[in-house]
């Protein structure tokens, strides 16, 4: 028999939305409104263009989009090629970028003209170059002319266009439909390859863990392109109820109570870091109305019980914490979970299937309560990273997914996450490896060793604080200005710098970190 996750596609599920609810308002940023009849033809047009220009299923294509409507039309687009995205994200830079199209090969590659000041087109035409693979480089500009002026765009008759949109090869629940990055447990973040039918069966099972339903507004105000806010449930829930995508393009405390206020927001997911600005903002000014809101998704990295209790005060509505991961599972606490659920745990998978564990060192099952490392399983959880058979080993084990999480499970079956098994910074959201900051340090003149390590951030969560030995005291100025040259992403950048003298060593001779 078909299972669950063997029957949707990620582009049925948008088509049915679309033929079901067309005059239903679907996606709204501060440039436009479109019903999902609007955006329907958008996205047929879209695909039909990107098919004369050469994508076919299966290519692979580097998306680097803002949050949007016309994220929204692009991935769709996409999807109704069976193309396959790669979800990156506006923080990641050169350095990344380059590293996922060695390893992915995309041939074509969209992105945005400039954002917040970075040229986001010279990057990728600096790529083009670089990899004679890549076979074309489209804006957001160059896409807003092709579905505005789509004559002049082609030199083809509109109608033969369309026509030409549904007469794509199908697309299969089976069929790869997005390659995300994994939060960074190594320095470059490995390519998850996601699936059609496993992913609507994601989205549709968190939806529905979140009692979504048509009267959902819902408010991406982190990237869109994490998974967190694009498919659990996020973006794709959102659609698969019908309900209205709203995009804010940066995650201002501001921006988003305006939002909310504006377009009557009912739900939004954030990380920890920003609902800590919220609150601080919002005990500065707390004239916007949000009595619209109802669900407020927190997950991404640890938040504490009184940062549980600060949220649910400042938004007024109730908190869902989520612990998931990229890699596939989901655990939200559900709508109606009471107080000591809420703000003490990180509740339960999101499916059926689900299965996780808590185990220790020797892979065995530790009973209620106690802490070990969290692994997982289930019908949407990937079973290996893309082209990565070295990750992929040292990542599973007897058919679970490690994220190198540390936890343990409430009587009740809830997760409570405590920690980290493997290093790794999470600095605001941002899960970034120590050794990564250290190959760019390392080479700043004069420095002969360094470290770096989390620092516990009443904001950050973590702030990455780097120790090192050099003859010379160095400035934050410099080593900042170092970075950027560097082309690292800013969230790699040190917070905090401190010379030492004699490093604190483990019994084997290696700087102690922990002492650190
Ligand atoms: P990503 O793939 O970027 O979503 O990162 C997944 C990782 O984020 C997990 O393996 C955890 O380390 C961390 N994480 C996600 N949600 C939580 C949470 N609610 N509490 C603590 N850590 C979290």
Redesign the pocket.
């Known amino acids: 028999m078909e299972k669950e996750w063997e029957k949707e596609t990620l582009i049925r599920l948008f088509n049915k939305t679309c033929e079901n609810f067309p005059d239903r308002l679907a996606a709204v940023d501060a440039s436009n409104r479109l019903s999902y009849g609007e955006l329907k033809g958008k996205v047929d047009y879209l695909s039909a263009s990107f098919k004369r220009m050469g994508l076919k299923k299966r290519d692979i294509v580097m998306v680097q989009i803002a949050n949007s409507v016309m994220f929204e039309i692009v991935i769709f687009s996409l999807f109704k090629i069976g193309a396959v995205p790669i979800l990156i994200l506006p923080a990641h830079k050169e350095h990344v970028i380059d590293a996922i199209i060695d390893r992915a090969k995309p041939k074509f590659y969209i992105t945005m003209n400039d954002f917040y000041g970075v040229d986001y087109k010279k990057i990728a035409d600096k790529m083009a170059i670089k990899y004679p693979f890549l076979e074309e480089v489209l804006t957001v500009m160059d896409l807003e002319e092709i579905l505005e002026k789509p004559k002049d765009a082609l030199g083809e008759n509109v109608d033969v266009l369309l026509e030409e949109a549904n007469t794509f090869e199908e697309v299969s629940p089976k069929d790869l439909a997005i390659l995300e990055l ?2 960074g447990t190594t320095g470059i973040p490995k390519l998850i390859p996601r699936y059609h039918g496993e992913y609507s069966y994601n989205a549709i099972s968190s939806a529905k863990h979140c009692a979504m339903d048509s009267d959902v507004v819902n408010l991406s105000a982190i990237p869109v392109s994490h ?2 806010a694009f498919g659990t449930p996020g973006m794709i829930g959102t659609v698969y109820v019908a309900g209205l995508n709203v995009y804010c393009e940066y995650p201002s405390p501001m921006e988003i109570f305006d939002c909310i206020e504006k377009e009557k927001v009912t739900m939004i997911s954030l990380v920890p870091s920003v609902v800590n600005l919220c609150v601080q903002y919002r005990q500065l000014d707390d004239s916007n109305d949000l009595s619209s809101l109802k669900y407020v998704l927190v ?5 504490t019980s009184n940062q549980a209790k600060a949220c649910e005060k400042c938004f007024e509505s109730t908190l869902i ?7 596939g599972m989901t655990f939200l606490t559900s709508i109606d979970a009471p107080d000591e659920v809420r703000f003490f745990t ?1 509740g339960k998978p999101c499916a059926k299937e689900d299965e996780f564990r808590i185990v220790d060192e020797n892979f065995e099952e530790l009973a209620d309560g106690e802490e070990g490392e969290v692994v997982v399983k289930g019908p949407y959880t990937i079973k290996e990273y893309y082209k990565n058979p070295i990750e992929t080993r040292d990542s599973f084990y007897k058919g679970f997914y490690r ?3 540390k936890g343990k499970k409430d009587k009740y079956g809830n997760i409570i ?1 405590t920690g ?1 098994a493997k290093e790794m910074i ?1 600095r605001a959201g941002e ?1 970034i490896m120590p050794s990564e900051v250290e190959k760019y340090f390392i080479c700043l003149p004069k420095v002969k060793q360094c470290a770096a390590v989390g620092k516990k951030d009443d904001l950050l969560g973590q702030a990455i604080c780097v120790f090192y030995e050099s003859s010379e005291e160095l400035s934050m100025t410099s080593v900042r200005k170092f970075f950027k040259e560097s082309n690292v992403e800013d969230y790699c950048i040190p917070d905090k710098i401190v010379r030492v003298e004699n490093w604190p060593l483990t019994a084997v001779g290696k700087i102690d970190k922990s002492k650190l």
């Open positions: 994994s939060g998974n967190f997950g991404g990295a640890s938040f914490q989520v612990y998931g991961m990229t890699e990180q994220p190198g999480d996450i980290r999470n899960k």
